[in-house]
């Protein structure tokens, strides 16, 4: 949905609900770095870094975005959001710290 034109006569960004595109920014950034983490998880147990790496692999496509957003009519490039999808990776790393899950986990056979 990032790359889609808007509609002619709409105007981007506009809001039925105050903060609710960065709340959603939060939440995406925050899933999109569980996903990962979970699938790295699986086949590469033993790494300690896949946090840190799947926090980092979340930012990096939510930067890409945005991005070629610019190359959109009616997209544009935002500082905001970029913010807003990195506040989600450290929150999932924050979650992940907290809760213990990192680099311990046995592989299930």
Sequence with gaps: MSLVPSPPGSE?????????????HIG????????????????YYSLEMI?????????????VIEV?????????????????NAVGCVIFLILVRMLGFHGDHEAVK
């Design 28 to 43: 995406i950034y925050f899933l999109l770095s569980s996903a990962i983490y979970l699938t790295m998880r699986e086949k």
């Design 51 to 63: 946090p840190i790496l799947s926090a980092l692999l979340s930012f990096a496509y939510g930067f």
């Design 68 to 84: 070629l957003q610019t190359l959109v009519p009616g997209r544009y490039f935002s500082l905001l959001d970029i913010s807003m």
């Design 12 to 24: 981007v960004g506009k809001q039925t609900l105050p903060y609710f595109t960065y709340l959603a």
